[in-house]
């Protein structure tokens, strides 16, 4: 695209903060990238937006497209003020899970298969419906261990969002870590969180909302019914020594 610059053909741009609550990657947020105004279409659809969203309620949601299945959650966020203290209501709009299994095309043949490609596509044309009807304001969507195997992955990413201006993010194991402890900060104490998907398997340890630890596997549901996955892959749960990091937590918060 003409916003294009000669540094995104070398690298990926990091995330540059906007907010508090809002990170873009693009390097013409760096402090060195020429000045480039933004365009009319965008500004519109910004004051568009403005005018049609309330300043304390708003819906959000998050789509998970992972080995196993698609998923999308969708939820109203109100800020409120209680006992004069600042404060967010959340409540669950809607929730649809949909089995398409993009797994067991990735660990058997290595890619994601016509059919099952047709379901995704499919599937995202429903969630961009619920969107819609939901009037959501922001959402994120990730793809976990299928596209990160799949050799025609980001082929198929591409599509979409040329397409359907559907973004994905495909995320990493310890991006999927991270997003764990960021839901569980608030919860006070040791926890043990571990998340069994179709093709990764993370282990997270958190302490009052720290991660302590970290580790994702590349075992999962699926895999093993494929009997794809390898002996380096078994032999590193052995290595990592949970019962000893367990031991290694700090002892000043009730497990």
Same mark, same amino acid.
């Given at each position: 695209?003409?916003?294009?610059?000669?540094?995104?053909?070398?690298?990926?741009?990091?995330?540059?903060?906007?907010?508090?609550?809002?990170?873009?990657?693009?390097?013409?947020?760096?402090?060195?990238?020429?000045?480039?105004?933004?365009?009319?279409? =965008?500004?519109?659809?910004?004051?568009?937006?403005?005018?049609?969203?309330?300043?304390?309620?708003?819906?959000?949601?998050?789509?998970?497209?992972?080995?196993?299945?698609?998923?999308?959650?969708?939820?109203?966020?109100?800020?409120? =003020?209680?006992?004069?203290?600042?404060?967010?209501?959340?409540?669950?709009?809607?929730? =649809?899970?949909?089995?398409?299994?993009?797994?067991?095309?990735?660990?058997?043949?290595?890619? =994601?298969?016509?059919?099952?490609?047709?379901?995704?596509?499919?599937?995202?044309?429903?969630?961009?419906?619920?969107?819609?009807?939901?009037?959501?304001?922001?959402?994120?969507?990730?793809?976990?261990?299928?596209?990160?195997?799949?050799?025609?992955?980001?082929?198929?990413?591409?599509?979409?969002?040329?397409?359907?201006?559907?973004?994905?993010?495909?995320?990493?194991?310890?991006?999927?870590?991270?997003?764990?402890?960021?839901?569980?900060?608030?919860?006070?104490?040791?926890?043990?969180?571990?998340?069994?998907?179709?093709?990764?398997?993370?282990?997270?340890?958190?302490?009052?909302?720290?991660?302590?630890?970290?580790?994702?596997?590349?075992?999962?549901?699926?895999?093993?019914?494929?009997?794809?996955?390898?002996?380096?892959?078994?032999?590193?749960?052995?290595?990592?020594?949970?019962?000893?990091?367990?031991?290694?937590?700090?002892?000043?918060?009730?497990?």
């Amino acid at each position: 695209n003409k916003y294009a610059l000669g540094i995104d053909f070398k690298y990926q741009p990091p995330y540059f903060k906007i907010s508090d609550t809002h990170f873009a990657a693009t390097w013409l947020l760096h402090p060195d990238a020429p000045k480039i105004p933004t365009p009319k279409i =965008i500004t519109d659809r910004i004051k568009r937006m403005k005018k049609q969203t309330s300043p304390n309620k708003c819906n959000i949601a998050a789509v998970d497209i992972g080995s196993n299945a698609a998923r999308i959650l969708i939820k109203s966020v109100e800020r409120t =003020i209680e006992n004069g203290i600042p404060s967010l209501r959340m409540k669950k709009l809607q929730f =649809i899970r949909i089995p398409l299994r993009l797994g067991i095309d990735v660990f058997s043949i290595g890619k =994601i298969g016509e059919e099952r490609e047709e379901k995704l596509i499919r599937t995202i044309k429903v969630f961009r419906q619920m969107l819609a009807i939901y009037d959501v304001k922001n959402y994120r969507t990730c793809a976990t261990a299928a596209f990160r195997d799949a050799k025609n992955g980001k082929k198929i990413l591409h599509h979409i969002r040329k397409n359907m201006d559907f973004d994905i993010d495909i995320i990493t194991g310890d991006e999927e870590a991270r997003i764990l402890r960021d839901c569980n900060k608030s919860v006070a104490g040791n926890l043990l969180y571990m998340d069994v998907g179709g093709g990764s398997t993370e282990i997270s340890l958190i302490s009052d909302g720290q991660l302590i630890d970290s580790h994702s596997f590349n075992i999962g549901t699926l895999r093993l019914l494929a009997k794809t996955t390898s002996q380096a892959d078994l032999d590193a749960t052995t290595r990592y020594d949970l019962h000893t990091r367990l031991e290694g937590m700090p002892k000043h918060s009730k497990a």
